[in-house]
């Protein structure tokens, strides 16, 4: 392979550590942040600042480049309420902008072009025995997932036109150090010793992806020939239950987890009636991805163990504390 790496969202907690890992491999990156980087340069590492918006002209930071990684995203904002405003800022950011990059990306000679989607385009949540696979039709359920599904949908349609080699990742809950967001909020929760009531949830199963294990699918995205074209969903082929999770987390705090066992079931009724029924779901509810056509596919095993990572993750929030 010849040329550089583009990362967009190379400042964030997958692309940081997706650059890093570059790095340490021999890749030359170039690093999209939305502000100029202030970080230490490292041989082969480039910087550029770029906004995600649809009208962003991308065609001299590609200069060189082989391979795009495209991590920027507009997320979830707490607090955001539905509307055509909200819905059209996803559609701009993660549907429009990642057009105008990739046809920048093939007026530029780019190869390849990986796109880091969301599981949310196959849906919220699964049925017992019955994981997401890639070629499910997909089933968005908010403005986020329905950007997601439409941008994979337009990519697709321009290699088709152009030849631009298209890669598709979906990936559910990510972890690892640095993560935020929900995560961090509940390592915080499970190191202050506050008492759960989700002891009674140990039929469900999540499936998790450490970031570890998604940056070395991402790796291998780059060279992989049989990827072009492919939806790939991502996971670390380890599901977990909610208490399994926190059970896991609470060790590597090197506390146990207060978990109060009320049944599921109440837990899910008493958060409905609060108007909190997409919170249940996340905590009591199930969300499992078949990544068999993915391991086969690319001869790929996630390296890292699920379980191990998350007890990791949990041991670095308790030295961060000391």
Known sequence: MEGSILVTGAGGFVGSCLVRHLLDEGFPVVAALRQASTATPRNGLAFVSRELAADTDWLAALVGVDTVIHLAARVHQLGEQPGALSDGRYDEVNRAATLRLAR????????????VSSIKVNGDWTRPGRPFR??????????????????????LALMAETGLEVVIIRPPLVYGPGVKAN??????????????PLGGVRHNRRSLVAVENLVDLLTLCISAPQAVGATLLVSDDEDLSTVELLELLSEGLGRKARLVPIPSVWLERGARLLGRGELAQRLCGSL?????????????????????ALRALGAQRAQATC
């Open 288 to 308: 499992q991805v078949d990544i068999q056509p993915t391991k086969t596919l690319l001869d790929w095993r996630p390296p890292y163990s699920g379980r191990s």
């Open 104 to 115: 920048d990306a093939v007026l530029a000679g780019v190869r390849r072009f990986i796109f």
């Open 183 to 196: 995560v961090a909020r509940l390592l915080d929760v499970l190191a202050r010793g506050v008492p759960l």
């Open 134 to 155: 890639a070629d499910d039709p997909p089933a968005p359920t908010d403005a986020y997932a329905r950007s997601k599904a439409v941008a994979e949908q337009q990519l």
